[in-house]
């Protein structure tokens, strides 16, 4: 493999992007070797890059400008990649085997059939993404009616949900990059006074996230009413003192993406009941963090969430469904922590990473998320983010 994935654009601290990688092929390897899986076919960005390392730049890419065919054994993948970027990928190879695609995926389907030629996969047990575009899925088991298209979904969900060390060491760099986003963010809602709009806040967190070296910025901030019930977008809505302000989003960098959220009072004094939900929500991460630890199910988090809550009297207000958490990465990703749905149950192993969000959003009163990320550790935790809690909804 080339070496250009641990030679581009060091970050602090140093990770190795090329065993990064390696591990990642490794791990992909044994679950498709569980599954009888000889190749997987998929043009899914976030797959993308967990397979091939690119582009983790920019993780928001036009779905259909990548693609990868992963091979079983040790061959390097084949790269598909799109017109607009051949002239550079080619010259400067980062992989032996890159086939340039038209902007039409029902294009592509003499390009995939050479690769399965090239690679003698016509009659072995390929793995296809059902998340892959309708239109893109639909073409390839059409066309391809004699090969044996298994659904590489479960695989790859296996493979991404344990990180190995590279991975954590990026991430947490990722989490700390988000965090300068989310503290701006915070230091201008805190005794705002009328100063910002819900827009302008997220803004300047957004801003600070693009210095860092972000991209896909995407924070917003709610307050007062419009935080009961929850409306997840920012408006020009100023933020005035006497209110509670959610401040919620995620921001990217080298192929991954972290988020957390932030509940902020604006100024003046809290009314007990703004300091209730605020406390109850925070107990429902102290909660869960007491049984976070391999072997824990997923829906135990859950149930640890909703005990404050259902303690406080707060139940009908919940905010934390569809789900309490879900598994993060490459972007917010399978595994979803809920305990209404069997189907969807986790248990957590050593080096997942994984948000909880739990919510209460009360009419009349004010609405509050605190989101945290966490890394499941030998026999424990640690929490990945550290922006601060707001000790005037805490006294």
Request: aromatic content about 10%.
């Amino acid at each position: 493999m080339s070496a250009f994935l641990s030679t581009l654009e060091p970050t602090r601290p140093r990770i190795d992007w090329q065993l990064l990688q390696e591990e990642r092929w490794k791990r992909m390897r044994k679950f498709m070797d569980q599954d009888g899986i000889d190749a997987i076919f998929t043009n899914v960005v976030d797959s993308v890059i967990y397979l091939t390392g690119w582009p983790r730049h920019r993780t928001s890419v036009y779905p259909g400008a990548y693609g990868t065919l992963f091979l079983k054994d040790e061959t390097d993948p084949v790269l598909f990649c799109s017109e607009g970027d051949a002239g550079g990928m080619l010259a400067d190879m980062m992989y032996p085997d890159i086939r340039v695609t038209p902007p039409w995926n029902q294009k592509w389907m003499p390009i995939i059939d050479k690769a399965l030629s090239d690679y003698g996969l016509k009659k072995k047990n390929i793995g296809i993404e059902n998340r892959m575009p309708a239109g893109l899925y639909n073409n390839i088991i059409g066309t391809f009616k004699k090969i044996n298209f298994v659904n590489a979904v479960p695989a790859i969900n296996k493979a991404r949900a344990v990180k190995n060390p590279e991975e954590i060491k990026a991430y947490e760099h990722t989490v700390s990059l988000v965090e300068c986003g989310i503290n701006a963010s915070i230091n201008a809602a805190k005794n705002s006074w009328s100063r910002h709009t819900e827009i302008d806040i997220g803004t300047i967190g957004m801003i600070e996230l693009l210095r860092r070296g972000c991209t896909s910025p995407d924070i917003w901030v709610v307050s007062g009413p419009r935080a009961a019930p929850v409306r997840r977008y920012s408006t020009d809505k100023i933020v005035r003192a006497g209110e509670m302000c959610v401040i919620d989003g995620p921001g990217s960098f080298n192929g991954f993406r972290s988020e957390f959220a932030r509940t902020v009072w604006t100024g003046g004094k809290p009314s007990r009941q703004q300091k209730k939900v605020y406390k109850t929500v925070y107990q429902s991460l102290e909660e869960a963090k007491k049984i976070i630890k391999p072997g824990t199910k997923t829906s135990a988090l859950e149930k640890a969430c909703l005990k404050p809550v259902k303690a406080a009297g707060l139940q009908k207000y919940y905010g934390g469904y569809p789900y309490t958490g879900h598994g993060i990465g490459i972007r917010a990703e399978a595994f979803n922590i809920t305990a209404r749905y069997k189907e969807m149950e986790t248990v957590l192993e050593e080096g997942m990473i994984f948000n909880l969000e739990p919510a209460v959003w009360q009419d009349g009163v004010g609405g509050c998320r605190l989101e945290d990320t966490y890394l499941v550790t030998k026999n424990g935790c640690r929490v990945l983010s550290r922006s601060p809690y707001d000790d005037d909804l805490l006294d």
